[in-house]
């Protein structure tokens, strides 16, 4: 990715408990909530510092999300029905997270 690709669309769906983003440059992608809960940015999930990483949450089938807030122009804090906040997903991020999904 030679430059920053912003997102022009976010959907969050309850339906499909899935995030559908899309970006300026055309590419766009969905990520299951259950993923992005496993892949939260927060410390509690990737752990501090060097460490090693804690154990992935159990995580509920009925997962959902409550709401996303925006945060400035860089990221969303996603509030999801386990009670997990405290994660910040950049753009950059969920663009990451979007592509590793295609090579599964």
Not at 51 to 57: E, L
Not at 58 to 63: A, E, G, N, T, Y
Not at 71 to 83: L, M
């Amino acid at each position: 990715m030679s430059k920053r690709a912003w997102p022009t669309e976010l959907k969050f769906s309850k339906s499909k408990k899935a995030l559908s983003i899309a970006f300026d440059d055309g590419k766009s992608f969905t990520l299951p909530y259950k993923t992005l809960r496993l892949e939260s940015p927060s410390a509690e999930v990737q752990g501090h510092g060097s460490g090693p990483k804690p154990p992935p949450p159990v995580i509920s089938d009925d997962l959902n999300v409550e709401k996303a807030d925006p945060v400035g122009r860089y990221a969303v804090r996603i509030f999801f029905t386990d009670g997990h906040s405290s994660g910040l997903f950049t753009w950059a991020y969920l663009r990451q997270l979007g592509e590793a999904g295609e090579h599964v």
